[in-house]
């Protein structure tokens, strides 16, 4: 039996299997068995309300899980499918509430990715997937991240290789006429723009309520500081002074050779780049003998706007 085969018969079971995406590695089950779903919500230590997304084969798999689907939806899917696009629809009534958190909509994507692609063919199903985190944990990235996560938890794990964009994908909530970036990915809201041929809005934008986007995710367990340069200089002389180890994440050169930086990482300075090495840059620090974690803040425009999210989701405040 080949590797899908195995993940295959797990699937077909009811049992967890972790799958490569490429954005991050999924944990995995058969969206529409709910004790299956039932088993990711108690892996991962996820409260039961906040719901998973689908990832299904083909754009066509669409209508099977969702209802009174949009023009847009249709657009986007089109356009940016297989890929890292997360549509927020009708959910269909096939679909057990176990796997949408309770909610009358459902979270969907084709997963560009040829290994989790070939199962999904051959599974004729959809596989509901969070990320292969603990809850509130950093994502995980390398088929070893997802063991550190879940060790034997999990029943298996699909090989697929490092993940090539690094950070979640883009959500897109398409309900009752609404077009709203519900969380930032690699897919920009410019780009969503030009295929819709209107303005998405932002969540940040509007007061709205989503299930599953409480603001402190995607955490290393040692405090981690976000910080523009001349914070980073002070912070850095004071814990100096103070004989308090950290880590550095910078643009930078390093500008101290102190016996308390720990280590320096010199992060890319292309967005897309950045984003792929983040979570396994912030894993290696967490695992350090520091204290805490400093990193340079990026630059506030469009390209880095996803890794901007995550790093403040990561990030502790200072006060
Ligand atoms: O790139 C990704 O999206 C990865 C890979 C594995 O596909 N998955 C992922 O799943 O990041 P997860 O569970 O860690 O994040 C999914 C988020 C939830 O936190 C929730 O906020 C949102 O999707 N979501 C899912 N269904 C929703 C719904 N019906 N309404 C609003 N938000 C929803
Ligand atoms: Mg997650």
């Known amino acids: 039996m080949n590797t899908i085969d195995r993940a295959l ?14 954005t991050v590695y999924g944990l995995g089950a058969d969206a529409k068995n709910p004790l299956a779903v039932q088993k990711i919500y108690e892996v991962k230590g996820r409260p039961p309300t906040n719901p998973l997304i689908i ?5 066509d798999a669409m209508s099977h ?52 692609l070939e199962l999904l063919k051959r599974f004729k199903g959809g596989i509901a997937a969070p990320s292969a985190n603990r809850y509130g944990r950093i994502s995980p990235t390398t088929t070893e991240h997802v063991m550190e996560e879940l060790g034997s938890k999990v029943d298996y794990i699909l090989e697929g290789g490092p993940c090539q964009i690094g950070i979640e994908s883009t959500i897109v909530y398409l309900v009752a006429g609404n077009a709203i970036i519900l969380r930032q990915g690699r897919i920009s809201p410019s780009e969503l723009n030009i295929v819709l041929g209107k303005e998405v809005m932002l969540k940040n934008e509007l007061s709205i309520q989503v299930p599953g986007s409480s603001l402190a995710h995607y955490a290393p367990l040692k405090p981690l500081y ?25 643009f930078s050169a390093p500008f101290t050779a102190s016996d308390y930086m720990n280590s320096w990482i ?53 006060e």
């Not at 927020?88 to 796997?99: D, G, K, M, Q, Y």
């Not at 002070?234 to 180890?245: A, G, N, S």
């Open 65 to 116: 899980f969702a209802t009174d689907i949009p023009e847009d939806a249709w657009k986007l899917a089109k356009a940016f499918w297989p890929g890292p696009l997360t549509l927020i629809l009708n959910r269909h009534e096939s679909v057990p509430l176990a796997t949408t958190g309770g909610q009358d909509t459902v979270a969907l994507r084709v997963p560009n990715h040829p290994v989790t």
């Open 226 to 250: 976000l910080l523009a340069i001349p914070s980073l200089k002070d912070i850095i002389t004071q814990l100096d002074h103070q004989k308090r180890p950290y880590d550095v994440l910078s």
């Open 55 to 59: 990832h299904i084969p083909n754009i």
């Open 9 to 22: 018969s797990f699937l077909k079971d009811g049992k967890l299997v972790a799958i490569p995406t490429e």
């Open 266 to 318: 010199r992060a890319s300075q292309d967005p897309i780049h950045y984003a792929q090495q983040l979570y396994s840059h912030l894993r290696a620090l967490d695992k350090t003998e520091s204290e805490c974690i400093l990193v340079e803040m990026p630059p506030l425009t469009e390209p880095w706007f996803a890794v901007n999210d995550r790093l403040q989701r990561a990030a502790h405040s200072l």
